[in-house]
């Protein structure tokens, strides 16, 4: 004869019982810490289990009851078990407050890995779909909202279709920068400005971004996004081609102009904003001159450091050795 359970309000293998159902039943673990939990959670006043007591299966959510024994292959149980973890918690007859979800089970360390390390690949492989170019129309269609300020979008033709970046300064004449033109086939060409021209970028500079030399085959949109972003950082990028010693001469002409007009506005010739940017015009001079001979201003002022402060003369030496 089956036993009756002994939580308060189930008429579990009871005669009386609606159905005359018969239903499993589990006794209370030998384990103390388990017997007090299941003591607890049991909604019966200063009841203590004795070895005849037990808790039918409608007590318990079904992931903690065992009806499958698992070795090489899955076998039926004739007469469910309870899991290690599992204690009572539906009590359909008492207060619904006295009823309450498993916790859920926590997994094993290696288990949870698994999981991230699935999700990471998942996101990533979502993220590269998503990253893909799918042909020339991708790029005319896309294009425009991808670009920042500073550059324009043009389409071509149906052979190609053409980026510039483009500098409008008030101050001075507007002047291209940078020109892209990505092909049908998906191939890139890079133009900057150098000596006031704009010259084909080489392939080989771009390989760190395209991997290989040519041709520059555009693939995906972090390409691009990589691309725009390295042209777009500042002038010294994308003119750093232009050579060097022209650019000194420019500056220079710049200086000696502001060295005239000052003469010209001031009574004092020989002031000492006017000696500064003499000393300056000199030095660029010095940088691209290749004897280095200094003007006899220059070393007047020298021998004058020299006689009055030697250690002062001693440091700015060192500095320029």
């Known amino acids: ?43 019966r006043k200063d009841f203590i289990p004795t070895k005849q007591s037990v808790v039918c299966a409608k007590h318990f959510t079904e992931d903690c009851i065992l009806r499958v024994d698992s070795f090489t292959r899955a076998v039926d149980r004739k007469i469910p078990r309870l ?29 949870r890995l698994k999981e991230v390390e699935n999700r990471d690949e998942q996101s990533f492989r979502e993220w590269m779909e998503r990253d893909k170019i799918n042909g020339f129309s991708d790029v005319t269609n896309k294009l425009q909202a991808k670009i920042n300020d500073g550059w324009l979008f043009k389409y071509n033709s149906e052979e190609y279709c053409s980026l510039y970046r483009i500098e409008d300064i008030p101050s001075s004449k507007p002047s291209l920068l940078v020109a892209i ?7 890139v060409e890079v133009f900057s400005l150098s000596s006031s021209t704009l010259v084909r970028v080489a392939d080989s500079s771009l390989t760190w971004l395209f991997g290989k030399p040519s041709p520059l ?45 000052t003469m010209d506005n001031d ?34 002022w020298a021998f004058q450091i020299l006689a009055t402060a030697p250690t002062t003369y001693s440091m700015l030496r060192s500095s320029l050795a």
């Open 1 to 43: 004869m089956p036993r009756k359970c002994c939580v308060p309000g189930c008429n579990t293998n009871y005669d009386s019982s609606v159905n005359n159902e018969r239903v499993s039943v589990f006794t209370f673990p030998s384990d103390p810490d388990r017997r007090r939990l299941w003591q607890h959670k049991i909604p």
């Open 83 to 111: 899991s290690d973890s599992a204690y009572p918690t539906i009590f359909p007859n008492c207060p619904s407050y006295l009823s309450e979800p498993t916790p859920v089970k926590r997994k094993k360390p290696e288990e």
């Open 181 to 187: 033109r990505i092909f049908k086939d998906m191939h």
């Open 217 to 261: 085959l555009l693939t995906t949109w972090s390409q691009f996004d990589s691309l725009i972003s390295y042209f777009s950082q500042n002038n010294d990028v994308v003119t750093k081609d232009v050579d060097i010693k022209e650019r000194i001469q420019v500056f220079t002409d710049g200086l000696q102009k502001l060295c005239s007009d």
């Open 267 to 300: 009574i004092d010739s020989e002031s000492e904003d006017k000696q500064s940017l003499r000393f300056l015009v000199e030095q660029l001079h010095l940088l691209t001159s290749p004897v280095k001979r200094y003007s006899s201003e220059t070393l007047l």
